[in-house]
């Protein structure tokens, strides 16, 4: 039997309160998207066999070895990763790889565990849920925020219109934090009180409506806002309200040529624009931009996904 996992990837698009004003912190605001997204292949073998480039073995075993010891089911299984993510540009690889990874190794031994509990035994989820409930169930999500002893779970679930298309351009620079640089900042990181009922209010009574009217100017307007009130929140951390010269060009281009929110997902480089016309304009620009700044990267035309991780399993 071989099992075939593709994941969606995610953009971040904020975090409500990076304090913790009451009893929770963070609240992270997310859209899952179709591409790119890893393609994961699990068939039964002898023994542990990898597939996959250098930099993503040491996630792939440690996902294997983990569930293996949780769920006592032996290591005779053969993954092969076919499409990736890139890692650290603010789409969420790790968390995609780590429960594709493991969903077809357990599938292919004929077990199932749902993607909460086994987030939970892959330690996924402990600052943002966006990425857990991506792979879970797609769609536009906002989380509760981490409560003491409770991860975050989604408080809003959203269709998101498939019809807007996305531009994602992934700026060859200086790429984000990983997981150990993160944590030391996830815990010191504090944002304004007004700042925060602000970004709150933006996301209740701007950004959500604006994706169930199908509104693309209300919705733009009010992530375009809560990118840059996040950002001043972040902006010791990363040398500005955006990551880079290069992210902050892109961001100021892409609004130029008509690009609705426009922003950067988590800690960069990757830099978002939707739109409901025609997105050549916003390739043209971002491909100027990169030019401009003398830099090459990766454009990606994608949309919204509602759906999570396809499964599937050939006998």
């Given at each position: 039997?071989?099992?075939?996992v593709?994941?969606?990837?995610?953009?971040?698009?904020?975090?409500?309160?990076?304090?913790?004003l009451?009893?929770r912190r963070?609240?992270?605001?997310?859209l899952?998207?179709?591409e790119p997204?890893?393609?994961?292949?699990?068939e039964?073998?002898?023994?542990?066999k990898i597939s996959?480039?250098?930099?993503?073995y040491?996630?792939?075993?440690e996902a294997?070895?983990t569930?293996s010891?949780r769920?006592?089911?032996?290591r005779g299984?053969?993954?092969k990763?076919?499409?990736d993510i890139?890692?650290h540009?603010?789409?969420?690889?790790?968390?995609q790889l780590?429960l594709?990874?493991?969903?077809a190794y357990?599938?292919s031994k004929?077990?199932s565990?749902s993607?909460?509990k086994?987030?939970?035994t892959l330690?996924r989820?402990?600052?943002?849920?966006i990425g857990?409930?991506?792979f879970a169930?797609?769609?536009f999500?906002v989380?509760?925020?981490v409560?003491i002893?409770k991860?975050?779970?989604p408080?809003?679930?959203?269709?998101f219109?498939e019809?807007?298309k996305?531009?994602?351009?992934?700026?060859n620079?200086?790429?984000g934090?990983d997981?150990?640089a993160?944590?030391p900042i996830m815990?010191?990181v504090k944002?304004?009180?007004?700042?925060?009922?602000e970004?709150?209010?933006?996301?209740l009574?701007?950004?959500i409506?604006?994706i169930?009217?199908?509104?693309?100017v209300?919705?733009?307007?009010a992530?375009?806002?809560?990118?840059?009130?996040?950002?001043r929140?972040?902006?010791?951390?990363?040398g500005?309200v955006?990551?880079?010269?290069?992210v902050?060009?892109?961001?100021?281009?892409l609004?130029e040529?008509g690009?609705f929110?426009?922003?950067?997902s988590?800690?960069?480089?990757t830099?978002?624009a939707f739109t409901?016309?025609d997105?050549d304009?916003l390739?043209?620009a971002?491909?100027?931009?990169?030019?401009d700044?003398g830099?090459?990267?990766n454009i990606?035309v994608t949309?919204?996904r509602?759906?999570?991780?396809e499964?599937r399993?050939?006998?």
């Open positions: 039997m071989k099992v075939i593709k994941t969606p990837s995610r953009l971040h698009l904020g975090i409500i309160d990076p304090t913790g009451h009893d963070y609240g992270s605001i997310g899952t998207i179709n997204g890893f393609e994961i292949e699990a039964p073998s002898d023994n542990l996959c480039s250098k930099q993503y040491n996630n792939v075993l294997l070895n569930v010891n769920y006592g089911v032996d299984v053969y993954i990763i076919l499409k890139p890692v540009v603010g789409l969420g690889s790790t968390t780590k594709g990874v493991a969903t357990l599938v004929g077990l565990v993607v909460e086994l987030a939970e330690g989820g402990k600052f943002s849920g857990t409930y991506a169930r797609g769609g999500i989380d509760g925020g409560k002893g991860p975050p779970k408080t809003v679930s959203l269709s219109p019809d807007w996305i531009i994602v351009v992934i700026p620079v200086e790429r934090y997981e150990e993160e944590k815990m010191e944002g304004d009180s007004s700042i925060i009922m970004v709150a209010y933006l996301t009574m701007k950004l409506p604006g169930v009217d199908r509104d693309i209300e919705f733009g307007e992530l375009s806002s809560i990118q840059v009130l996040v950002g929140a972040f902006s010791k951390y990363q500005g955006f990551r880079s010269g290069v902050d060009g892109l961001v100021r281009k609004k040529a690009g929110g426009v922003g950067q988590s800690w960069g480089p830099v978002y409901d016309g997105i304009y390739h043209k971002a491909l100027k931009c990169l030019s700044y830099v090459e990267g990606i949309n919204a509602n759906r999570g991780a499964i399993v050939i006998k």
